[in-house]
């Protein structure tokens, strides 16, 4: 008869009851405030740790890992989850500084990155073959394009959308669980009548993939979320083999990302997502507020802990960033605080126009660098990318470097070129880099005859000084007819800029329509455009700013500059997030456009705009403006007052200076 020897189960839990504080390397209870080292000593269980801003959250998950690998626990049960793989590396890099090279050996990565390698190991039980071949967005958009011709889309009578939009349709679709159907009603109203269509693609983009034994990014989450709860056998050998589960910006999750957790969990139950409700700013990526907001739903005995001592802002910045979240409909309540002394109050800076708030801003950052605060730790924050245009023309006269992130420069987007080539041809007829650029706008023109037509204006044989009716061969086709007109009564006719950008515009609008799928979110810059040439007199002059790179005097000066790495930031709010300065100022703080209109529809927008307020004014260390201007002025419209925008309308002057501006 066999032996029979019992192995005793061992106790998971190897809590500092049976592991004597004297025996850790570090000192965690020192190093770290009492709610940073009440989630650092966490083992097991669910928690939702909600970190404010500024509240070294990056901190806390390096040290919670230090501590689990020096309570005993195996590194490579211990799961990071995060964002970037950039995050993925600081944090394991910053543990093993803080305790030893165990840290290296946790499975950190990005939800994509560990799918992946997850799916390699698994692949048989998944119904994959091993050697898959990942497609990135462009080879998934290439896939899309091919199946988009072999369905003859492109000769529909009507533009049929082109393959990046197609690809973000589908993709959003996998992530939210929002049907194609209801993203193109809501998003892309103008494609609703291709909703068919949108699916066959979906179809045979699916039954492309499996035939070819290709996963997009998609895929891999799916796949993985699909295995998790598939109940196998080496599901189960997987997830016994992982101890920890934590998540970095648990607020940025989509639909897939929250079922995955949730699915990595399931079986001990050992979870822990930091992030923070107040900066859930990522819908449009697909990013849902409520996984946050309904975590200890999903994970009932959950244990929230806040961690609210801010590393970064004045208390007075503070005081300003908890006024505007306190206000929020559905949010964790919490109080931002901080032990720096010496902050003066934001300002709330009221300008007459646009322009005056340009002007302000510019020469409030001259003077902040003249008083030792450089340009890198200097920023200027905003909504729409469009919010900042007249600004650059007013940084650009005043010489002042900047990076402009999120967004491109105004005078970088394509279509701003597309008008701005039209009026410079009008300026300056020998100007053929302009023409050509016009010309292959047109369908039907190639390079080959657009350089046959610049020949001729160049040899004299035809001139847009001349009436086309004179100028132009009688075989000319209406197309360049109708472009010489234009650009005739452009050359010859002495109107105001305005009414030039108007008369380009109008002729622009179905060349435009026609080439961006995205025409009604770029429609805004070309009002814009015509809302700036309003302050000029003269094509001429008008030219000249919207040139906005000044010449540099010399190779000198450029090498001065690139050693002084003395740049201003410019960023909508969305990029800036993460990132902090000395100095920021928050501008077309006004209602309609901070927030935007297009939010005042639904509750859940409008809060988002009231979180973005939030994660733009949590950016700043010791100086805070926030700008906005009393008269908007519209072409069709005229002028129109402005109202401050609801989030800091009627702020208390304990919270905030109200400054008025005045003209010298």
């Keep these: 008869m066999a032996k029979k020897y019992i192995i005793k189960k061992q106790s998971s839990s190897l809590e500092a009851n049976t592991f004597e504080k004297k025996n850790f390397l570090i000192n965690y209870e020192e190093q770290l405030n009492p709610a940073q080292y009440e989630a650092v000593s966490a083992v097991e269980g669910s928690y939702l740790v909600i970190a404010g801003a500024g509240s070294g959250k990056t901190k806390t998950l390096v040290y919670r890992v230090a501590r689990l690998i020096e309570l005993g626990y195996n590194p490579t049960s211990i799961l990071l989850l995060t964002f970037t793989r950039k995050a993925a590396k600081e944090m394991m890099d910053r543990a093993s500084i803080l305790l030893d090279n ?43 394009n091919l199946i988009r011709s072999q369905l003859n889309l492109g000769h529909l009578k009507k533009r049929f959308p082109n393959k990046s939009t197609i690809y973000n349709v589908l993709s959003l679709s996998v992530n939210t669980g929002r049907a194609v159907e209801s993203i193109l009603e809501e998003d892309l109203p103008h494609f609703v009548e291709y909703t068919n269509k949108f699916l066959d693609i979906q179809k045979v983009y699916q039954s492309y993939k499996r035939k070819n034994n290709l996963l997009d990014y998609d895929d891999l989450l799916v796949y993985l979320k699909n295995f998790l709860f598939d109940n196998s056998a080496a599901t189960k050998s997987f997830l016994n083999s992982i101890n920890f589960v934590m998540v970095d910006e648990y607020q940025d999750t989509n639909k897939l990302q929250a079922e995955i957790i949730q699915g990595l969990a399931q079986s001990k139950n050992n979870v822990m997502v930091v992030g923070d409700d107040s900066q859930s700013i990522y819908s449009f990526r697909g990013a849902n507020f409520k996984n946050i907001m309904e975590f200890p739903k999903l994970f009932p005995d959950t244990k929230i802990i806040k961690l609210e001592e801010n590393y970064r802002s004045t208390q007075e910045i503070l005081n300003f960033a908890n006024h505007i979240i306190e206000q929020a409909v559905e949010k964790y309540p919490k109080f931002l605080y901080t032990k720096k002394v010496g902050g003066e109050l934001p300002g709330i800076i009221s300008a007459a126009n646009q322009n005056m708030q340009s002007r302000f801003i510019t020469e409030r950052i001259l003077e902040l660098r003249e008083e030792g605060v450089p340009l890198n730790e200097i920023a200027v924050l905003f909504r729409s ?141 070309l009002e814009i455009f015509i809302n700036i040439a309003e302050k000029y007199k003269s094509l001429e002059s008008f030219l000249t700013d919207m040139a906005l790179d000044p010449p540099q005097d010399s190779v000198a000066d450029v090498e001065a500059t690139d050693k002084e790495k003395e740049i201003l930031t410019l960023s909508t709010i969305h990029s800036a997030k993460g990132l902090e300065w000395h100095s920021v100022f928050i501008i077309h703080a006004a209602d309609g456009f901070f927030p935007s209109s297009q939010s005042f529809e639904k509750l859940e927008t409008l809060e988002e705009e009231r979180r973005l307020m939030y994660v733009a004014s949590t950016r700043a260390k010791q100086n805070l403006y926030v700008c906005y201007p009393m008269q908007i002025f519209d072409r069709y419209q005229g002028f129109t007052i402005a109202k401050p925008s609801r989030f800091i309308e009627g702020i208390d002057e304990h919270t905030a200076e109200i400054w008025l501006l005045e003209e010298e």
Aim: hydrophobic content about 40%; overall charge positive; charged content about 25%.
């Design 385 to 525: 990318s469009y919010h900042s245009f007249d600004l650059e023309i007013e940084l650009n006269k005043a010489n002042i470097p900047y990076q402009k992130f999120g967004g491109m420069k105004f005078i970088e987007t394509a279509h701003i070129k597309d008008v701005l080539a039209f009026l410079r041809v009008a300026s300056n007829p020998n100007d053929f880099v302009s023409w050509y650029r016009i010309l292959l706008l047109h369908e039907g023109i190639g390079p080959k005859k657009a350089q046959q037509i610049i020949d001729a204006i160049n040899l004299g044989r035809i001139s847009i000084s001349i009436n086309p009716e004179h100028a132009l061969a009688k075989k000319a086709d209406d197309k360049i007819f109708n472009l010489f007109n234009l650009l005739h009564e452009l050359h010859t006719k002495n109107q105001l800029p305005a009414d030039k950008a108007e008369l380009v515009i109008k002729y622009y609008e179905p060349i435009f329509v026609s080439k961006y799928d995205d025409f009604n979110k770029r429609k805004k810059d």
């Design 102 to 144: 165990r840290c290296s050996k946790i499975n950190g990565g990005t939800f994509h990155s560990f799918a992946n390698i997850t799916l390699r190991k698994y692949a048989k039980a998944v119904g994959l073959e091993n050697g898959f071949t990942i497609l990135d967005q462009s080879d998934s958009e290439d896939v899309i």
